[in-house]
């Protein structure tokens, strides 16, 4: 038996995903014995006990005490959508069910996790106990948030990881080094890091004066325009690192008012100007909701404030999906948000 932590990490940002994650309901279904579905779930359909790779074991120590694992598991159910599903479909491991997104859908993953059962709209707090256990799982793994309510029912059906919601590179390491592939996911970091540099060094000569970026959401969520503050306080959020990397800072920073430790500001319309700069990147919609936003981007681009900024009328306003900026959590998003930037920027 081996220990390892995923305790050591930085304090999460004031993430933007807080009001999704608070609201919390069962979904039960009728007919059903939760306990003895609990039961059910504590072992494999296709258990054969004579397989004595399924007595390996090892211990992680999680925010919520330390765990006793298989030390590689055969049937995974990933609570959420986001850095659970990404990572595991990205990393090639086991998985048997999965939460889904706003709308159930599930994106930056290959087709075989978009079709996955579903566990409910866990980004939403619709956490289905029933489908958890008729999966199978021999491993629950998921976000804190997410799980942190419901941790005694599912570890009542398997050994359950709940990973710390901080910096998004040690939540992607955490979920990796919870089926055994840490070290992979690790490695996966230098040819990012790698393109990361490449971009600021392009940015640098496209750009020798500086480059002032806002970046900016639009939603119905929250019923306003978001524009993105300090780095630091969004570190929750992949393309807040990779600016970082590529020697950016977002124009919200110079938003009078402005909190660094929130992730965002609420801009009115009649504070439009106080976003504008040399290049204005908005996505729309956010949670796998990508059309939750539509009324007020429509609103947002005819109005004549919106229409006066210097970077609407230089044509350098740029909509992108929100998949890879909002909910992005793996290198297939991060990569396509730099792919996003040397499209606009170079």
Not at 3 to 15: F, H
Request: charge should be negative; include cysteine.
């Amino acid at each position: 038996m081996t220990s390892s932590s995923i305790l050591d990490r930085p304090a999460a940002g004031d993430g933007v995903l807080t009001d999704d994650l608070s609201r919390r309901h069962f979904g039960a279904a009728a007919g059903l014995s939760i306990a003895a579905l609990f039961g059910a779930g504590c072992s494999s359909p296709n258990d054969d006990s004579g397989d004595n790779t399924q007595n390996f074991t090892r211990t992680i120590e999680t925010p919520m005490g330390p765990v006793e694992i298989p030390a590689t598991p055969k049937r995974v159910v990933s609570l959420d959508a986001y850095v659970g599903l990404q990572t595991l479909d990205e990393l090639g491991a086991p998985v048997v069910a999965t939460g889904t997104l706003g709308g159930g859908l599930r994106t930056l993953v290959s087709i075989a996790s978009q079709e996955l059962p579903s566990i409910g709209v866990t980004a939403l707090g619709d956490m289905q106990l029933e489908a958890i256990a008729l999966a199978a799982p021999d491993l629950i793994v998921g976000r804190q948030p997410i799980g942190e309510e419901y941790y005694s029912e599912l570890t009542s059906i398997a050994p359950t990881v709940l990973i710390p919601f901080g910096y998004w590179r040690d939540q992607y390491i955490d979920v990796a080094d919870s089926v055994g592939l840490g070290l992979q996911a690790t490695q996966n970091f230098t040819g990012l890091d790698d393109r990361i540099a490449a971009l600021r060094s392009d940015i640098e000569q496209t750009w020798p004066n500086g480059l002032r970026l806002s970046v900016v959401r639009v939603s119905d969520t929250s019923g306003d325009v978001r524009s993105y503050n300090t780095l630091t306080a969004s570190t929750t959020f992949l393309y807040a690192d990779i600016l970082s990397g590529a020697g950016i800072t977002p124009t919200a920073n110079t938003v009078p008012g402005a909190d660094p430790s929130k992730v965002n500001t609420a801009v009115s319309a009649e504070n439009l100007p106080l976003i504008d700069g040399d290049v204005i990147i908005y996505y729309v919609g956010a949670g796998g909701q990508a059309d939750a936003g539509t009324a007020v981007e429509q609103a947002l681009v005819s109005s004549p404030l919106w229409s006066s900024l210097s970077a609407v009328q230089a044509n350098q306003a740029y909509k992108v999906d929100s998949a890879p900026w909002f909910d992005g959590y793996n290198l297939t998003g991060a990569n396509a948000v730099i792919d996003d930037l040397r499209r606009i920027l170079l």
